[in-house]
């Protein structure tokens, strides 16, 4: 029997990626669900799932949760500016455990894309390579909900502030990514393998559109400079560190950093990714 260990496992896309192994009629007894709490994980242990505690700081903790594994979903760490060493702790952790082949979750173009986040990506796949741990490196465009999750604030302003000028993103909901992530955890490579998961490409202009046609309410992009955007968020109350990344991360946008047109998510989910507007609908 294969058996399967999702990292960050209580987190948002952790869950549904568990949840998705489960659909997938894969045994609870072969899954292991790491986390950093047990508690927040006592619904899996509820359903048949193994729970083992660990977290990225912890290299010894890591490796007897892997202990036995032969599949590994490795999810990015959210500590931005930590991931490196964190990283590290994983791979030498499942290297150390004999885990079969790691799946990792990285970002489009990983190696060649000068967008804010890829510097830790690119190391991380960088170190995997270097380790001889067999892999799969799932690159995730971006998700959807990042920038649903403020419709409800676009639609009571009336307007959709960016400093992303005509730049696309190509991106899909969390369930998408977490199903094609489960997929490909089923599915046998005999190589390294790169996957570019890039998802339903759009513009802030076709944000607003979408938004104002689900909502009817009238929604109109309102595209500022990240200079502008970032001291827009500084007058908000955001603090220097964050209002900066995010700035950058409006640049990258701008830069068409964020856009992919792979095939890759949809020959794993076999249709379609979920369309913006039922997205957009989802938020309201």
Do not use: C
């Amino acid at each position: 029997m294969t058996t399967y260990a999702v990292t960050a496992a209580t987190g948002q896309l952790g869950t549904l990626v568990t949840d998705q192994l489960l659909a997938k009629n894969v045994e609870s007894a072969s899954i292991t669900a790491v986390a950093r709490d047990a508690d927040k994980a006592a619904p899996f242990a509820a359903r048949g799932v193994t729970v083992r505690t660990a977290d990225y700081d912890d290299r010894e903790a890591l490796e007897a949760a892997f202990d036995g594994v032969d599949r590994l979903l490795f999810i990015s760490g959210s500590e931005v500016g930590r991931r490196v060493p964190q990283h590290r702790n994983v791979i030498e952790a499942a290297k150390a455990a004999g885990v079969g082949r790691v799946y990792y979750t990285s970002v489009l173009r990983a190696t060649d894309n000068p967008m804010v986040l890829a510097p830790e990506h690119k190391a991380t796949e960088e170190m995997l390579a270097e380790s001889g741990i067999a892999h799969t490196i799932l690159r995730h465009g971006w998700y959807t909900e990042n920038y649903t999750a403020e419709v409800p604030r676009h639609i009571a302003r009336g307007v959709l502030l960016h400093a992303g000028g005509d730049g696309r993103i190509a991106a899909a909901t969390r369930a998408d990514f977490a199903e094609a992530d489960a997929q490909a955890l089923l599915t046998d490579y005999e190589a390294n393998v790169t996957l570019e998961l890039g998802g339903v490409s759009f513009t802030y202009a076709d944000l607003a559109r979408t938004i104002s046609e689900v909502s009817g309410t009238a929604v109109e992009p309102q595209p500022v400079t990240p200079q502008e955007f970032r001291q827009i968020l500084l007058q908000g109350g955001m603090d220097e560190n964050t209002a900066g990344f995010l700035a950058r991360l409006e640049s990258d946008v701008a830069a068409d950093r964020l856009d992919g047109d792979s095939t890759n998510l949809t020959d794993l989910l076999a249709r379609p990714v979920t369309p913006l507007s039922i997205a957009v609908r989802a938020a309201l």
